[in-house]
C-alpha cells in the first residue's frame, strides 16, 4: 500500500460529515398514503419531491432501509450532467432523431435542479463548473476532436484543446488535448444534495421512515401495499427507487447488475500544490479511457479521485467488504502518474459503493402492477441529476399522462438484460478485460467488443 494511503479512513468522505442529519424513526405501523417510495436516495427523494410539488394535496411516504443518501447517491463523485444519455456519443449513437430534445430537456432539468437548492437553501456546494475531459494517448486526441466536432455541428458550446491549452486549464504531464465545456456539468457534495431532499421533502408534508426496508409488494384493492418488517404502507402508487439493490419486482432483477466503484480524497493541497496543477477553473475533470478516472476538487481545496477499476462480484454480489481492497492502492499509483506534483499529498478517506450500470448505459422507465407501479434503473453512474428527470417520467407514467417525456423512444424502450450467471459474470469479465486493451492498443476494439457495439450492449460505470 502506498505511504500516502496509510492514514486514510476507510469511510466516504462526503458522508464522515458534522452536517450529517439525525436518524429519522422507522415505519412502525400500517398506515396509508396516495404515493409511497421505495428508496431514499436520489431517485427516491426526487420522486417524493416532485409528487409534492406537481400536487402539493398528495401524501407520500418514503421507505428508506438505512439512511437517506448512504448508498450511491452520497458516495459519488457529485458530477450532476445535463446529459440524460451518458454523454453526447452515446445519445448520438442510440437516439439521433431525438438527441436535440433530449439535451434539451436534459439542460432544463440540470438548470431545474440549481434552481430547487436555491429555494430550500440546501447548502451543497452547487456550482455549474463545466467539465475537461483529457485525453492520454493520441487515439483519444482523435476521439476527442471528432466528438468535439460533432457537438459543436450540434450547438454544443465546445471547444476542443491542444496539450498546451488543456495543460492550462489543469496542468498533468500526461495531457495530449481535451475538450472543454464550460456548461453541462454541475458539481455539488452530494450526501449534502441528498440530505437537502429529504429535509425538503418533509418540509412539503412527506413523511420519510428511515431503517424501513421494504420486505414485499403486492396488489392491494385498486392500489398497492409495501410491507417492512413492522409495518406497512397501503397506498394508490408505488415508485421503486433502489437501483443497485434487488428490485421488489422479480423482472428487474437481470436488467441492472451492481458495479463497485472506488474513490480517494487527499487532505487539503496547500499554496504550493494548488499552483503546481492550476485548475483555476475548478471544473469537473474526467479522462477519456474505456477505463477513466474522474476528478474534482472540494470547496477546501481536497482534490477527488476516483473511477478506473469498476468492478462486478460473481451473483451481483454486494457486501460493505467489497467496498475496500486493492483499487485503492491502484488509484493512489496514478493519482501520482497524472500529478507528480502531489506525489507526498495524503489521503485523507478511501471508500467505495455500488451502483447500478445496464447494457445501454442510461436509465430505463416503466409501469408493473396494472400501472399501480413505477420505476426507474440503470443510471450507470450519471443519476446525480439524471434522476430529477426519471422521477418526472415514472410520475408522468403513473398518472397516464402522454407527455414530451413519455413519448421519447429512450423512454418507451428498454434495455436488453444482462444473461444469468455464468454468463453473466463470464460476459462481464470478457468485456472489462477487452476494453483495457483498447486502452493499451490504441483503440482498437477486439472482436467481442465489435460484437457488442452490433448487438448495441455494453458494460460501464
Given at each position: 500500500?502506498?505511504?500516502?494511503?496509510?492514514?486514510?479512513?476507510?469511510?466516504?468522505?462526503?458522508?464522515?460529515?458534522?452536517?450529517?442529519?439525525?436518524?429519522?424513526?422507522?415505519l412502525?405501523?400500517?398506515?396509508?398514503?396516495?404515493?409511497?417510495?421505495?428508496?431514499?436516495?436520489?431517485?427516491?427523494?426526487?420522486?417524493?419531491?416532485?409528487?409534492?410539488?406537481?400536487?402539493?394535496?398528495?401524501?407520500?411516504?418514503?421507505?428508506?432501509?438505512?439512511?437517506?443518501?448512504?448508498?450511491?447517491?452520497?458516495?459519488?463523485?457529485?458530477?450532476?450532467?445535463?446529459?440524460?444519455?451518458?454523454?453526447?456519443?452515446?445519445?448520438?449513437?442510440?437516439?439521433?432523431?431525438?438527441?436535440?430534445?433530449?439535451?434539451?430537456?436534459?439542460?432544463?432539468?440540470?438548470?431545474?435542479?440549481?434552481?430547487?437548492?436555491?429555494?430550500?437553501?440546501?447548502?451543497?456546494?452547487?456550482?455549474?463548473?463545466?467539465?475537461?475531459?483529457?485525453?492520454?494517448?493520441?487515439?483519444q486526441?482523435?476521439?476527442?476532436?471528432?466528438?468535439?466536432?460533432?457537438?459543436?455541428?450540434?450547438?454544443?458550446d465546445?471547444?476542443?484543446?491542444?496539450?498546451?491549452?488543456?495543460?492550462?486549464?489543469?496542468?498533468?504531464?500526461?495531457?495530449?488535448?481535451?475538450?472543454?465545456?464550460?456548461?453541462?456539468?454541475?458539481?455539488?457534495?452530494p450526501?449534502?444534495?441528498?440530505w437537502?431532499?429529504?429535509?425538503a421533502?418533509?418540509?412539503?408534508?412527506?413523511?420519510?421512515?428511515?431503517?424501513?426496508?421494504?420486505?414485499?409488494?403486492?396488489?392491494?384493492?385498486?392500489?398497492?401495499?409495501?410491507?417492512?418488517?413492522?409495518?406497512?404502507?397501503?397506498?394508490?402508487?408505488?415508485?421503486?427507487?433502489?437501483?443497485?439493490?434487488?428490485?421488489?419486482?422479480?423482472?428487474?432483477?437481470?436488467?441492472t447488475?451492481?458495479?463497485?466503484?472506488?474513490?480517494?480524497?487527499?487532505?487539503?493541497?496547500?499554496?504550493?500544490?494548488?499552483?503546481?496543477?492550476?485548475?483555476?477553473?475548478?471544473?469537473?475533470?474526467?479522462?477519456?479511457?474505456?477505463?477513466?478516472?474522474?476528478?474534482?476538487?472540494?470547496?477546501?481545496?481536497?482534490?477527488?479521485?476516483?473511477?478506473?477499476?469498476?468492478?462486478?462480484?460473481?451473483?451481483?454480489?454486494?457486501?460493505?467488504?467489497?467496498?475496500?481492497?486493492?483499487?485503492?492502492?491502484?488509484?493512489a499509483?496514478?493519482?501520482?502518474?497524472?500529478?507528480p506534483?502531489?506525489?507526498?499529498?495524503?489521503?485523507?478517506?478511501?471508500?467505495?459503493?455500488?451502483?447500478?450500470?445496464?447494457?445501454?448505459?442510461?436509465?430505463?422507465?416503466?409501469?408493473?402492477?396494472?400501472?399501480?407501479?413505477?420505476?426507474?434503473?440503470?443510471?450507470?453512474?450519471?443519476?446525480?441529476?439524471?434522476?430529477?428527470?426519471?422521477?418526472?417520467?415514472?410520475?408522468?407514467?403513473?398518472?397516464?399522462?402522454?407527455?414530451?417525456?413519455?413519448?421519447?423512444?429512450?423512454?418507451?424502450?428498454?434495455?436488453?438484460?444482462?444473461?444469468?450467471?455464468?454468463?453473466?459474470?463470464?460476459?462481464?469479465?470478457?468485456?472489462?478485460?477487452s476494453?483495457?486493451?483498447?486502452?493499451?492498443?490504441?483503440?482498437?476494439?477486439?472482436?467481442?467488443?465489435?460484437?457488442l457495439?452490433?448487438?448495441?450492449?455494453?458494460?460501464?460505470?
Amino acid at each position: 500500500m502506498p505511504d500516502t494511503l496509510a492514514d486514510a479512513a476507510p469511510r466516504c468522505y462526503w458522508l464522515d460529515d458534522p452536517a450529517r442529519p439525525d436518524p429519522l424513526p422507522p415505519l412502525l405501523d400500517d398506515v396509508t398514503a396516495d404515493l409511497v417510495v421505495v428508496g431514499g436516495g436520489y431517485a427516491g427523494l426526487w420522486a417524493a419531491l416532485r409528487a409534492l410539488e406537481r400536487d402539493p394535496g398528495r401524501t407520500v411516504v418514503v421507505l428508506e432501509a438505512g439512511a437517506c443518501g448512504q448508498e450511491a447517491s452520497g458516495r459519488n463523485g457529485g458530477f450532476a450532467s445535463a446529459s440524460l444519455t451518458h454523454g453526447f456519443g452515446n445519445g448520438l449513437e442510440r437516439w439521433p432523431e431525438e438527441l436535440s430534445q433530449l439535451d434539451r430537456l436534459g439542460a432544463e432539468n440540470l438548470a431545474a435542479i440549481g434552481e430547487t437548492v436555491e429555494r430550500y437553501a440546501v447548502d451543497c456546494d452547487f456550482r455549474l463548473a463545466g467539465e475537461l475531459t483529457a485525453a492520454t494517448a493520441p487515439h483519444q486526441v482523435e476521439e476527442l476532436t471528432a466528438l468535439g466536432e460533432a457537438m459543436l455541428a450540434a450547438g454544443h458550446d465546445v471547444e476542443v484543446l491542444d496539450a498546451a491549452a488543456t495543460r492550462a486549464r489543469v496542468d498533468s504531464p500526461t495531457w495530449l488535448g481535451g475538450l472543454h465545456e464550460p456548461g453541462g456539468t454541475a458539481l455539488v457534495e452530494p450526501a449534502r444534495l441528498a440530505w437537502g431532499l429529504r429535509e425538503a421533502v418533509r418540509g412539503l408534508g412527506g413523511v420519510v421512515h428511515e431503517g424501513s426496508a421494504a420486505t414485499g409488494l403486492a396488489r392491494e384493492g385498486a392500489g398497492v401495499r409495501v410491507r417492512t418488517a413492522r409495518g406497512s404502507v397501503t397506498a394508490r402508487h408505488a415508485v421503486l427507487a433502489t437501483n443497485a439493490f434487488p428490485s421488489l419486482l422479480r423482472r428487474l432483477r437481470l436488467m441492472t447488475v451492481p458495479v463497485y466503484d472506488h474513490v480517494l480524497m487527499t487532505e487539503p493541497l496547500d499554496a504550493a500544490q494548488r499552483a503546481a496543477i492550476g485548475w483555476a477553473g475548478r471544473e469537473g475533470l474526467a479522462d477519456a479511457g474505456n477505463l477513466f478516472h474522474y476528478s474534482r476538487l472540494t470547496r477546501d481545496d481536497r482534490l477527488l479521485w476516483g473511477g478506473y477499476d469498476a468492478v462486478y462480484h460473481w451473483g451481483s454480489r454486494i457486501d460493505r467488504s467489497l467496498e475496500q481492497g486493492r483499487t485503492h492502492a491502484l488509484l493512489a499509483d496514478q493519482l501520482v502518474e497524472a500529478f507528480p506534483a502531489l506525489a507526498d499529498v495524503r489521503i485523507s478517506h478511501r471508500w467505495g459503493g455500488v451502483i447500478d450500470t445496464c447494457t445501454r448505459f442510461t436509465a430505463f422507465f416503466g409501469t408493473a402492477l396494472g400501472g399501480r407501479v413505477g420505476y426507474a434503473a440503470g443510471y450507470t453512474g450519471l443519476g446525480v441529476a439524471a434522476t430529477r428527470f426519471g422521477a418526472d417520467v415514472v410520475l408522468d407514467l403513473l398518472a397516464g399522462e402522454e407527455t414530451e417525456r413519455t413519448a421519447l423512444r429512450m423512454v418507451r424502450e428498454k434495455p436488453l438484460p444482462f444473461p444469468p450467471e455464468p454468463l453473466r459474470w463470464g460476459g462481464i469479465t470478457a468485456t472489462r478485460h477487452s476494453l483495457a486493451a483498447a486502452d493499451a492498443r490504441g483503440g482498437r476494439r477486439n472482436l467481442w467488443l465489435r460484437g457488442l457495439d452490433r448487438a448495441g450492449l455494453g458494460f460501464d460505470s
